[in-house]
Nanobody, 120 residues
Framework: QVELVESGGGLVQAGGSLRLSCPSD???????MGWFRQSPRKEREFDAA????????YYADSVKCRFTISRDNVENMGFLQMNGLKPEDTAVYYC??????????????WGQGTQVTVSS
């Protein structure tokens, strides 16, 4: 089990920015991590993932050039910098750790989520 606790969500106007953080435990540095979102009445959607070393990153087309995933393996923390936010980005955002196979990220352990609301 990997401990993950998201923070940094909130209410922001369209075009604004938020930085989500995901502190974890000492096992964090061993795993790739990712961020997903879930909007009301929709399935959870992939946003971004990063390899355990931070050398490789992966993004959904909808967030490329707007969101940046990063990690600090010394502090055991993951981040999602979100710029140019749109109302359709409103969702609960979850961080997770998992594995990457053939450039596809699959999550295993999830945090409890943090709400992001973007007003128009």
């Amino acid at each position: 089990q990997v401990e993950l606790v998201e923070s940094g969500g909130g209410l922001v106007q369209a075009g604004g920015s938020l930085r989500l953080s995901c502190p974890s435990d000492r096992t964090f540095s061993h795993y790739p991590m990712g961020w997903f979102r879930q909007s009301p009445r929709k399935e959870r959607e992939f946003d971004a993932a990063i390899s355990w070393s931070g050398d490789s990153t992966y993004y959904a087309d909808s967030v490329k050039c707007r969101f940046t995933i990063s990690r600090d393996n010394v502090e055991n923390m993951g981040f999602l910098q979100m710029n140019g936010l749109k109302p359709e980005d409103t969702a609960v955002y979850y961080c997770n750790t998992g594995h990457i196979l053939d450039d596809t990220y699959s999550p295993n352990y999830w945090g409890q989520g943090t709400q992001v609301t973007v007003s128009s």
